[in-house]
């Protein structure tokens, strides 16, 4: 009797030990799947993006800062970053994180200016900064109307699709007034010359109006861009003597 009791009492023992046991590795396996879900649900960002999310606080937009700019971007270039957000895409328009169409536009006009000056005496400052800011405002105006006149095409070219007009961070309407505003800037400036001056800069305005139709029309529109670049020799010149010396 004794001997049955102790065989059933082992028997149990070992039913319960089973049951417990595939219970626990059930318990075991659905942790596993629950971990492996979760694990997938809440992937970790990339340590880069998660730079770049943590920058502000949540909804404190005006904290949030852009990547900083390469070594190689130029002065010009930072500048144009370093203003409010606003007044970039006017700046682009303007090109002015591009000078180097400044530069060849004022060149020949200092080249002229130098030249007229009096033998042994250094051109004059006062006219050198007028035709600078000249060159500024007027490079500025031909590139606003040639994005005006090309911005359906900018689109569909990789290089230019960018640019403020084509891209839609400004309409036309607001390209017109910023012209309008270098245009007037542009007119202050030659009021400060002579009258000679005056006839002859304002008959440069024509070529910068036209100059995008040559690159329609013909074959050299870089015939067109660069008597209005170099308009400025003749300008400069009469500016300081108040003529032309055609054999000059």
């Known amino acids: ?19 417990l046991c595939t219970r626990s590795g059930l318990l075991t396996l659905r942790q596993q799947q629950q971990q492996q879900q979760q694990q997938q649900q809440h992937v970790p960002l990339p340590r880069q993006t998660a730079r770049f999310l943590v920058a502000a606080p949540p909804g404190d937009s ?15 270039a930072r500048l144009v970053a370093s203003v409010p ?24 006009c200092g080249w002229s200016i130098a030249m007229a000056a009096q033998p ?3 051109p004059d400052p006062h006219v050198l900064a007028l035709f600078a800011a000249g060159a500024l405002l007027m490079r500025g105006a031909g590139c606003t109307i040639n994005d005006l006149w ?15 007009l084509a ?20 007119l202050m ?8 001056s005056i006839l002859l800069g304002a008959s440069s305005l024509g070529m910068v109006v036209t100059y995008p139709l040559f690159k329609r029309f013909t074959y050299w529109p870089q015939l ?11 300008l400069g010149w009469s500016a300081v003597r108040g003529y032309c010396d055609w054999q000059v």
């Open 224 to 234: 067109a861009l660069g008597l209005t670049f170099n308009w400025g020799a003749l």
């Open 150 to 164: 090309d911005r359906d095409f900018d689109r569909r070219v990789e290089r230019t699709q960018s640019r403020p």
């Open 120 to 122: 042994g005496c250094l």
């Open 1 to 19: 009797m004794t001997m049955l009791l102790a065989k059933l009492l082992l028997r149990t023992d070992l039913g319960l030990g089973r049951a």
């Open 189 to 196: 400036v030659l009021l400060q010359l002579n009258t000679y």
């Open 62 to 76: 005006s904290q949030q800062q852009a990547p900083p700019l390469p070594p190689s971007v130029g002065l010009a």
């Open 167 to 186: 891209s839609g961070e400004l309409e036309p309407s607001d390209a017109l007034a910023l012209l309008a505003a270098q245009l007037g800037g542009g």
């Open 85 to 108: 957000v606003s007044a970039r895409p006017y700046l682009r328009l303007m090109r002015v994180d591009r000078p180097i169409g400044t530069w060849l536009l004022f060149w020949p």
